[in-house]
């Protein structure tokens, strides 16, 4: 056999048999923090803008993600709480569309999508699996609330048997029952280190297979109630004082209150946000112990705006609509994306699902109705690449009825919010204007003009509830509520009668009409805050009396 046929058949013969030589789909690992502020870790989401990070916080494996690859200056969570955000990301659709909007969301029961998966809708690890590529799917920590990730396709996952991990995951080593409850332990703070171990654990089995992967690590940290490990805050005591620390910070936790220890001291939450960075940063070293860096993507993100410390140059913060409450620091890195480079581009979490979509080769069409668009020309071609969306812009849909109701949308530079108790309307330019100080709605009539059409179309043509509807269901649950509680306790009254001697039954009668009393009263301030917030005409806060 000559020579070169003997090369021909050699090379023939590995292309054949050898899976290295087949090009891998890749995998993506998606690191989802809760809370985390755009400016709250140490890597500047804006290389130009001194406020685009933390300088007391230090989150060197997020810097080290930032030079292996992409920050993106402008990217959005879908909501700026918790759950909608989450079920938007899952589903590849805007808030609107999939009707939840707000945490615990009234007005989506009705639309079957409380307490239950998203029907005609499919999911990230669904989409996955419909690609025939042998992915392996797995979440673990923090779901999505309407269902368990076993529910919407996970393969591999953390959940526990009592509803979905929730808060008290965080928090709790076991949630049910309630006096079994007992916390977590001292060197387990937010569940981040248990939970860094299982997903370091589904890597080293994954290493062990041929099958490409998608792994949701999704944290209970930066949510309140803050904790972190002890020898850590003692380092940020240590440290010179951040710009946001106050004398209150530099207490002994035995001298705070319990909220001061769990929700507002800055030391504490410096820690925490650096015991997550040290999760990224295992989750790193255990892709490179692998050898599965290089056909992995990792995106680092958080669910919605910070809730604690402000956000940089931003204005507002977690359950508003102003750019603090939606833009939230994000970082991917992964194969043939750029280094080091920042791009400003806007992207929202619900572009994942056409990204992943297209960037897995799968064959099989996207699911039906994504309003994202793939961001695979951003991760190669950075400011010189494009994102084609369905949707005309970023949406956002908050007709919330415990705090200021707003819909805004993003449109190239600017972005339009309108509060729908009063119709106002307020016109910002985010790029050159990003603590959004210059309300341009007299000054660019036409720009906001087109916006506000643009979004009154995108949001009739997906049936988005009005927030009349919202309050009018609310009303309807409140008083619901109201009604259940106290016909519990007139038939739990009725059941004490019968067991009880006839000579105590009118203290018992006295007794129930009191307890009832308070649950009329409780139930009625709640209903009447809710029809102040009907006078809410704020952008930001719960509060109707703040202007
Ligand atoms: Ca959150």
Request: charged share 25%.
């Given at each position: 056999?000559?020579?070169?046929?003997?090369?021909?058949?050699?090379?023939?013969?590995?292309?054949?048999?050898?899976?290295?030589?087949?090009?891998?789909?890749?995998?993506?690992?998606?690191?989802?923090?809760?809370?985390?502020?755009?400016?709250?870790?140490?890597?500047?989401?804006?290389?130009?803008?001194?406020?685009?990070?933390?300088?007391?916080?230090?989150?060197?494996?997020?810097?080290?993600?930032?030079?292996?690859?992409?920050?993106?200056?402008?990217?959005?969570?879908?909501?700026?709480?918790?759950?909608?955000?989450?079920?938007?990301?899952?589903?590849?659709?805007?808030?609107?569309?999939?009707?939840?909007?707000?945490?615990?969301?009234?007005?989506?029961?009705?639309?079957?999508?409380?307490?239950?998966?998203?029907?005609?809708?499919?999911?990230?690890?669904?989409?996955?699996?419909?690609?025939?590529?042998?992915?392996?799917?797995?979440?673990?920590?923090?779901?999505?609330?309407?269902?368990?990730?076993?529910?919407?396709?996970?393969?591999?996952?953390?959940?526990?048997?009592?509803?979905?991990?929730?808060?008290?995951?965080?928090?709790?080593?076991?949630?049910?029952?309630?006096?079994?409850?007992?916390?977590?332990?001292?060197?387990?703070?937010?569940?981040?280190?248990?939970?860094?171990?299982?997903?370091?654990?589904?890597?080293?089995?994954?290493?062990?297979?041929?099958?490409?992967?998608?792994?949701?690590?999704?944290?209970?940290?930066?949510?309140?109630?803050?904790?972190?490990?002890?020898?850590?805050?003692?380092?940020?005591?240590?440290?010179?004082?951040?710009?946001?620390?106050?004398?209150?910070?530099?207490?002994?936790?035995?001298?705070?209150?319990?909220?001061?220890?769990?929700?507002?001291?800055?030391?504490?939450?410096?820690?925490?946000?650096?015991?997550?960075?040290?999760?990224?940063?295992?989750?790193?070293?255990?892709?490179?112990?692998?050898?599965?860096?290089?056909?992995?993507?990792?995106?680092?993100?958080?669910?919605?705006?910070?809730?604690?410390?402000?956000?940089?140059?931003?204005?507002?913060?977690?359950?508003?609509?102003?750019?603090?409450?939606?833009?939230?620091?994000?970082?991917?890195?992964?194969?043939?994306?750029?280094?080091?480079?920042?791009?400003?581009?806007?992207?929202?979490?619900?572009?994942?699902?056409?990204?992943?979509?297209?960037?897995?080769?799968?064959?099989?069409?996207?699911?039906?109705?994504?309003?994202?668009?793939?961001?695979?020309?951003?991760?190669?071609k950075g400011n010189n690449g494009r994102v084609e969306r369905p949707t005309p812009g970023i949406i956002f849909n908050y007709p919330y009825y415990a705090a200021a109701p707003i819909n805004a949308m993003r449109v190239g530079d600017y972005?339009?919010?309108?509060?729908?108790?009063?119709?106002?309307?307020?016109?910002?330019?985010?790029?050159?204007?990003?603590?959004?100080?210059?309300?341009?709605?007299?000054?660019?009539?036409?720009?906001?003009?087109?916006?506000?059409?643009?979004?009154?179309?995108?949001?009739?043509?997906?049936?988005?509830?009005?927030?009349?509807?919202?309050?009018?269901?609310?009303?309807?649950?409140?008083?619901?509520?109201?009604?259940?509680?106290?016909?519990?306790?007139?038939?739990?009254?009725?059941?004490?009668?019968?067991?009880?001697?006839?000579?105590?039954?009118?203290?018992?009668?006295?007794?129930?009409?009191?307890?009832?009393?308070?649950?009329?009263?409780?139930?009625?301030?709640?209903?009447e805050h809710c029809q102040m917030q009907t006078l809410n005409e704020n952008f930001i806060g719960g509060n109707y009396k703040k202007k």
């Open positions: 056999m000559s020579p070169k046929k003997n090369q021909f058949l050699f090379v023939a013969f590995v292309f054949i048999v050898s899976p290295l030589f087949a090009t891998k789909a890749p995998n993506f690992v998606l690191i989802y923090v809760d809370d985390l502020g755009w400016a709250d870790t140490s890597v500047r989401m804006m290389k130009d803008v001194k406020g685009s990070r933390s300088y007391f916080h230090q989150t060197p494996a997020l810097e080290k993600l930032a030079k292996r690859g992409v920050v993106f200056s402008n990217a959005y969570a879908p909501a700026p709480t918790c759950t909608p955000s989450r079920i938007s990301l899952h589903y590849g659709k805007t808030n609107a569309k999939l009707g939840y909007t707000t945490v615990h969301d009234i007005a989506a029961h009705d639309r079957g999508l409380k307490e239950s998966i998203p029907k005609d809708h499919i999911s990230l690890p669904q989409m996955f699996k419909q690609a025939n590529l042998g992915y392996v799917t797995a979440h673990f920590g923090k779901g999505i609330a309407i269902a368990k990730p076993q529910e919407i396709g996970y393969d591999s996952h953390d959940a526990y048997d009592t509803g979905d991990n929730g808060n008290y995951h965080g928090e709790f080593v076991k949630i049910a029952p309630v006096t079994e409850r007992e916390s977590l332990p001292e060197d387990d703070p937010k569940r981040i280190y248990s939970l860094t171990e299982t997903a370091e654990k589904f890597l080293e089995k994954q290493s062990k297979s041929d099958n490409p992967f998608f792994m949701v690590v999704s944290h209970y940290s930066a949510h309140v109630p803050h904790d972190a490990s002890p020898h850590m805050i003692e380092k940020y005591r240590n440290i010179p004082r951040g710009q946001y620390c106050r004398d209150e910070d530099y207490l002994d936790p035995s001298e705070m209150t319990k909220s001061q220890r769990t929700c507002t001291w800055r030391l504490q939450y410096a820690a925490m946000v650096e015991e997550t960075d040290i999760s990224l940063g295992r989750i790193m070293d255990a892709l490179d112990k692998h050898n599965t860096t290089d056909n992995t993507y990792i995106i680092f993100t958080s669910d919605n705006g910070g809730g604690l410390t402000p956000n940089g140059v931003l204005t507002g913060g977690k359950a508003n609509l102003y750019e603090g409450g939606i833009r939230v620091p994000t970082v991917v890195a992964g194969p043939n994306m750029l280094k080091d480079t920042q791009c400003d581009v806007p992207i929202t979490q619900w572009d994942l699902m056409s990204t992943f979509h297209d960037l897995s080769g799968s064959k099989t069409p996207a699911p039906k109705g994504l309003d994202g668009g793939s961001l695979r020309e951003v991760f190669q972005k339009l919010m309108r509060q729908l108790n009063t119709g106002e309307e307020r016109l910002y330019n985010v790029v050159e204007d990003l603590a959004e100080r210059d309300n341009l709605i007299k000054a660019k009539p036409e720009i906001a003009k087109e916006l506000a059409k643009k979004m009154d179309d995108y949001l009739a043509a997906v049936n988005a509830r009005k927030i009349e509807e919202v309050y009018k269901v609310r009303f309807a649950e409140l008083n619901m509520f109201k009604e259940k509680s106290l016909s519990h306790e007139k038939q739990k009254l009725e059941k004490v009668l019968k067991e009880t001697p006839t000579d105590k039954h009118e203290s018992l009668k006295k007794e129930y009409a009191a307890k009832m009393e308070n649950i009329a009263a409780r139930y009625d301030k709640q209903i």
